[in-house]
């Protein structure tokens, strides 16, 4: 249940509204702000907000529908009546990539991938800011942790049915911080990298690394996770942050053949890609079948894909490195 902040006559204003909104007027500002530097057209800008928002708040409705049809009397309501129900942050995400597509392809910006970058910068503070939210309504938590009773490991939320207090992880303030650090990584890439030898569009695949790596491990740790329909329990943002880290590996590696041409030592790199996936992979079923060893099988995970990271970066540093003796 969300904690009320303000009632005027019949409205009914809540914290976790309020916290959403100034994440969503971080996100756009830092947005603006960050693409205007860099040059880009200011109409772009100016239509990118608005459109980013219509289009991430009625997809992130349709795939909360998707998942949790049963919150909802029908899709019409759904996507009709905002005074309930929930949104998630995918269609977020799918709202403004759609937004800088269109504005794309109308030649309205003038770079996709420039764009994408100045969002993905934007939508890190945004959600550092927005997963705060979840300190006003018990969403966005996991298990219950014995002994522990301190931010920011844990936080107490009520138990609808017996109404005792539980200590459950407190995954929101986890994902906070994890995205802060994010964000500052990104901000550093961002202002130290000399203008015209960073290609538009790495920043978005950094971030993409970054984060989906970080939510393969801790969506697995909330107990109100979205999955897919046809089986109930494969959560689609861990399938989505799989997909992140596989793209970023992908798109790197590509360059860094087309830069040095194929070595046959390039192999070790995928051989121990493919291991530090099958190893996060593996601790997934093994903590969803062993909850009793989740502090052992998030570790390990957790370890997996910041080796996940460490690898893909190292394979962008060598494309990078040619690239730019190229450039010379």
Same mark, same amino acid.
């Given at each position: 249940?969300?904690?009320?902040?303000?009632?005027?006559?019949?409205?009914?204003?809540?914290?976790?509204?309020?916290?959403?909104?100034?994440?969503?007027?971080?996100?756009?500002?830092?947005?603006? &702000?960050?693409?205007?530097?860099?040059?880009?057209? +200011?109409?772009? !800008?100016?239509?990118?907000?608005?459109?980013?928002?219509? @289009?991430?708040?009625?997809?992130? $409705?349709?795939?909360? =529908?998707?998942?949790?049809?049963?919150?909802?009397?029908? @899709?019409?309501?759904?996507?009709?009546?905002?005074?309930? +129900?929930?949104?998630?942050?995918?269609?977020?995400?799918?709202?403004? &990539?759609?937004?800088?597509?269109?504005? $794309?392809?109308? $030649?309205?910006?003038?770079?996709?991938?420039?764009?994408?970058?100045?969002?993905?910068? !934007?939508?890190?503070?945004?959600?550092?800011? *927005?997963?705060?939210?979840?300190? #006003?309504?018990?969403?966005?938590? +996991?298990?219950?942790?014995? !002994?522990?009773?301190?931010?920011?490991?844990?936080?107490?939320?009520?138990?609808?049915?017996?109404?005792?207090?539980?200590?459950?992880?407190?995954?929101?303030?986890?994902?906070?911080?994890?995205? &802060?650090?994010?964000?500052? *990584?990104?901000?550093?890439?961002?202002?130290?990298?000399?203008?015209?030898?960073?290609?538009?569009?790495?920043?978005?695949?950094?971030?993409?690394?970054?984060?989906? &790596?970080?939510?393969?491990?801790?969506?697995?740790?909330?107990?109100?996770?979205?999955?897919?329909?046809?089986?109930?329990?494969?959560?689609?943002?861990?399938?989505?942050?799989?997909?992140?880290?596989?793209?970023?590996?992908?798109?790197?590696?590509?360059?860094?053949?087309?830069?040095? +041409?194929?070595?046959?030592?390039?192999?070790?790199? =995928?051989?121990?890609?493919?291991?530090?996936?099958? *190893?996060?992979?593996?601790?997934?079923?093994?903590?969803?079948?062993? *909850?009793?060893?989740?502090? #052992?099988?998030?570790?390990?995970?957790?370890?997996?894909?910041?080796?996940?990271?460490?690898?893909?970066?190292?394979? $962008?540093? @060598?494309?990078?490195?040619?690239?730019?003796?190229?450039?010379?």
């Amino acid at each position: 249940m969300d904690r009320i902040a303000f009632i005027y006559g019949e409205i009914f204003i809540y914290w976790s509204s309020i916290v959403l909104t100034l994440a969503a007027a971080c996100a756009a500002c830092l947005f603006l &702000a960050v693409y205007l530097k860099k040059g880009g057209n +200011g109409a772009a !800008g100016a239509l990118a907000v608005p459109m980013s928002m219509l @289009l991430g708040i009625v997809l992130a $409705r349709l795939i909360h =529908w998707y998942c949790r049809a049963d919150s909802y009397v029908s @899709l019409t309501t759904a996507l009709t009546d905002y005074s309930s +129900g929930g949104y998630a942050l995918m269609g977020v995400f799918a709202g403004c &990539a759609l937004t800088a597509v269109l504005l $794309r392809l109308l $030649r309205v910006s003038r770079s996709l991938p420039e764009m994408l970058d100045c969002m993905c910068l !934007g939508g890190a503070a945004g959600i550092a800011v *927005g997963r705060l939210a979840c300190f #006003f309504n018990a969403a966005d938590r +996991g298990q219950i942790l014995e !002994g522990m009773t301190e931010l920011p490991w844990v936080y107490p939320v009520v138990n609808t049915v017996s109404g005792a207090m539980e200590y459950r992880l407190a995954t929101f303030v986890i994902q906070a911080m994890v995205t &802060a650090v994010i964000f500052l *990584g990104l901000a550093i890439f961002f202002l130290t990298g000399r203008e015209g030898k960073r290609r538009d569009g790495d920043l978005t695949l950094i971030f993409l690394l970054c984060y989906g &790596a970080s939510q393969v491990v801790l969506d697995s740790t909330r107990y109100d996770s979205l999955f897919f329909r046809s089986n109930g329990f494969v959560s689609i943002v861990q399938v989505l942050g799989a997909l992140a880290i596989g793209l970023a590996c992908v798109v790197f590696s590509v360059r860094l053949v087309k830069a040095r +041409g194929f070595k046959a030592w390039y192999i070790a790199l =995928w051989v121990l890609f493919a291991a530090l996936v099958g *190893g996060a992979g593996y601790m997934e079923y093994h903590v969803q079948r062993h *909850g009793d060893q989740a502090v #052992f099988a998030y570790s390990v995970m957790s370890g997996c894909l910041v080796g996940l990271i460490a690898l893909v970066l190292i394979i $962008r540093a @060598l494309a990078v490195s040619k690239e730019k003796a190229w450039s010379k």
